[in-house]
């Protein structure tokens, strides 16, 4: 099974699984997130975040933690700042326009994957507050990890927020890899968020180890007001909430998030190190989480599909180039990177 | 456990729970719904419902579900026309304003939870069609069974959908206890839908043995066509979404559903017939389906309370009369009936 | 020239249309507002109001001024509370939807096109403050004079606000014919708006004489911190402002918008008087402002088609019995009145 | 009155406030664009355009003029293309998002504000039709003439337009500034448009000499079809439509708009060509239009403003270089130029 094609393909982790079953057998439960497993995991998360005052509200994708999150932030004549590559710039097909009833996506580029605070700064130095012909700045969104595969620093959050922060902005976090980039810092939550100026979290579960399952985090719970109503009328309110609680709770638990990702993580390293190997083939970012971009020959390439390798193309930026972007999961099983490397290197 | 609050608040039927596991315990899927489960699904809808063009699409609740529907049938400047408990008229929230862009929502009453046929028609032959100062009529919806746990006969249906025929409208239902229905009249799906001039149905399991599933069904495929993309931008569009049609797969197989729906009516049934034959009780509404609309006298009332059971309370209409609503699930204990019955009547 | 059929139909009265060309012919101004008309008209308006920190925006159609001004009192899971006739529940078109993003409006019915206070009480007294499930009640409209011609006096505006300011709610008023309003009571501008609970006012003074120009006026000026960004990306904010300022300029000038509406109220006291006096005559409403709705007999109305006088047939809501709705303006003349009348007689 | 700070900031054409002034003045007339001067317009634009088909509506203004248009070529998950120089890029507050409900506009770079061909050609290669992840390409946008005052030739029209069609798209333009456009030219109306494949076009004249008027024009009919309900529900249909209509009749009359599109043009060309023969002052683009974006030195800078002049600054895109912005119109005096350029050359 060498499916390398997305981390979105993978099934999910018995113990995410299991909590599910269990919450389901133990009868009936409060519904619309009133419940047991719903509270827990806010708690939970208050104690992993290190802030008693967090709000924490599980939704369903990521399109729809992203969206809500920032219709938080930014009211319809607001403009929101991403990189290029980030999926509310170029996945998610305009959620953000239809939570926020209209803000505006402006695209600030950096090299691999990551908004050049240059560019950034420029962007919202410009003398529009106030001015109503403009759309006014109102939140920073960095994608930790980035869709390249890459991981901000510290710092370089940090950067962007007091950057934003200079303006007036919020700083929102799509962390629909945040545990990537957490075991790859090897910092606390804390660290990688709320202390170094992030407002408001989409923290994936789905791509790591879950069913299905997201939770937007709030540290700035004024923020959060109008969340729970945006959120109903997004259609996101389960009544049986324990269905994404019930999932959550287990990926907090005794640190299965972060093992899932450290896995995850150390199979992209073992498949990069033996790919760059090779002759002909070059990484087109830095492989900081679970995501591999690689220029590929043809020859390698033909004998990995040949195999039956699974992965998806992308631009290579370079002429006669092919680049192809192989991606590993908390699942993936040690053999399968060597069985790709075996065949790639005959 | 005399819990009578709502079916939202069960567990989740075994097999429901047990094929999920199953589903994820099986390894890579494509994502987006291009998976083998949500392929079947749609198929076996298509038999089900005696219609091989039918278009089938799971979405996780019932508020997205409509609204998504709704969309497909009300431009921005439409008329959405619905008895007033409705739930996409009391209690959605602004959902339906949400996915059609601002559609507006127009309140047909009636007794015991239905349109008035006579004032769903008299609000339609307004002449208002084509002038630009008036929202344009676009859809009806009814509540299958309604929101008062009456239902619909199929005469009524095709009453409404003639009507609505008559003036171009669309036909959309809200089945979020479709399967009571089916149960309680005893006729085909086909024959309570398509046949008798439904375009759109949400067909809701959540409510009735599954963790959180729903699926619209478009019998008029042209309406599907906007659905995907309208789904994607409002955050329904899963990854893995199996978790959402591995429940419908197993709801729908070998009459799950209707087993389900069969014993939840059939709890009603024995609920209302105890409690009924106690003085001082009587219902506000047909008994149909699941759910029980009753006046109770203050000591049974009291009585129940404190035996533990629990229930919501309701208008009465009734001054000096207090009403209450208990509702049945599909994993109604016939032992729970008996207690309720046993200490109401002492 | 026997045109009843609407104050829309009017010409403009001279001396704003010469306010206009004089404004245009006096070479270059600030552009979007910041020219000295647009300036000054707030300023009368402050004065005229007794309200030195009133906000005065002027807008260019009845529609723009509701649907902004209620923006800035409801989010978009917003509940609008408003008599069925009034143009926002019935005629604009869900132009309230698009501009507060998706609030909905719910039907407070009363007689003679003014909300039963007990009805909107009721309404209001619903336990849904907080509770996600359903759209939170946000501001009440009331239309001055309504839409049957009729006039809420100030103490029916009083109880309607007070109920609002019970529950949290803003109030709007739609004075699209305020002046006729202000002229029938005879009080002061302040009396029959901030001092008997309004928070914004849409001032109409198209059909009493402008061309084209309606005025926003918030007295309570945190409601009115969003407006001008919502006005511009609603495409309402003009570049050459004085196009509509210069208009209110001259409506407000010398109490020339009193004149107006008091010409227009008195002709329709002569129109009514006169119908009244006829056999199988009767007033669907009391005639309060410039609109007379009434039955009228078919040898009536067929002698008054013949002899070309023009006005709209109206719903009579008596079995057999049609209706009409005839509409004075500032500019009707009493000729006209007195060969409608003769030609009725006769 | 050196005033260049723009033509938005001129009165109007005496010709032009004539005519509505005796619009105004001859009585009543049917609402809501139903008059004869509205009639009268959309047949002349058939003639001037020699397209008997083509469906022109009025509005106040060009933010309006260009959302209403575009959303009735983009869905709520569409894409718009245009250049960052765009006033629906930079200067609209984000009302295209607001009339297409959440459509999202993606900046196509290029030269003098003008979109690359090429960056255009390859931003719609990319394989996203029909996958719901992506915005849907839907409309391109031109500007003619462009913000820089620059104006896309015939070619360079019809290449966009063959680029936008290839792909499906429909083609918009943004032509607040179209007579400039057609006076620098040369070519007919019709050459300029949909001879060239352009779909719809916001046709501006209150930067030419009128009021405060626009107009939509449509020459693929089927795209008009919604038109109607959208101004309507945006708040831009007037009751006393004719305030529009007259100021368009005039401006189009024998060429008024022609005529004055010429003056401002040859006012700029005679500004440009003094400003350029000083030393240190250069161009930023060609001066086509009635727009030159200059850099000035700080001597020649000074002693205008000293002198009185008035115009804005712009970025120059060069160190220790300033940069502004002067706008001719209808209206500017020859010796006002005459005046700016003494003063710069001693």
């Known amino acids: 099974m060498m499916n390398f094609r997305s981390d979105n393909e993978s099934g999910a982790h018995p113990l995410i699984v299991e909590a599910v079953a269990r919450a389901f057998a133990s009868g009936p439960a409060f519904a619309y997130g009133a419940d047991a497993w719903t509270q827990r995991v806010e708690q939970h998360l208050r104690e992993i975040f290190e802030r008693p005052d967090l709000v924490a509200h599980p939704v369903l994708t990521g399109t729809a933690a992203n969206g809500l999150a920032l219709a938080c932030c930014a009211p319809p004549w607001g403009a929101i700042f991403a990189h290029p590559t980030a999926h509310i710039a170029s996945e998610e097909t305009n959620a953000p326009e239809l939570f926020t009833s209209g803000a505006r996506i402006f695209r600030i580029d950096g090299p691999n994957g990551k908004m050049d605070i240059k560019k950034l700064s420029e962007a ?100 959060a007001r109008e969340f729970e109503f945006r959120r109903k009328r997004g259609g996101h309110l389960l009544s049986k909430m324990r269905l994404l609680s019930a999932q959550l709770a287990a990926y907090f638990n005794e640190g299965l998030w972060l093992d899932n990702a450290r896995h995850a993580n150390a199979m992209a390293q073992r498949l990069a190190a033996g790919l760059t190997s090779l002759e002909g083939t070059s990484l087109l970012y830095p492989v900081d989480a679970n995501e591999i971009f690689t220029v590929l020959p043809s020859h390698i390439h033909d004998a990995l599909r040949a195999a039956g390798a699974q992965y998806h193309a992308r631009p290579s930026g370079q002429p006669g180039k092919r680049a192809f972007r192989l991606v590993t999961s908390f699942d993936t099983d040690p053999a399968d990177i060597d069985s790709v490397l075996a065949v790639a290197k005959s």
């Open 124 to 223: 919202l130095a410009q003398p529009i507050y106030g001015v109503v012909h403009f759309p006014q700045p109102s939140v920073v969104s960095v994608t930790e990890a980035s869709e390249c595969g890459t991981i901000y620093t510290r710092e370089e959050i940090a950067a962007v927020a007091t950057c934003a922060r200079e303006y007036g902005l919020k700083v929102h976090m799509d962390g629909a890899r945040f545990a990537n980039a957490l075991a790859f810092i090897g910092c606390t939550p804390a660290e990688l968020t709320w202390k170094v100026g992030v407002d408001v979290l989409s923290l994936g579960a789905t791509k790591n180890g879950a069913m299905g399952a997201e939770v937007v985090i709030f540290f700035n719970s004024q923020l």
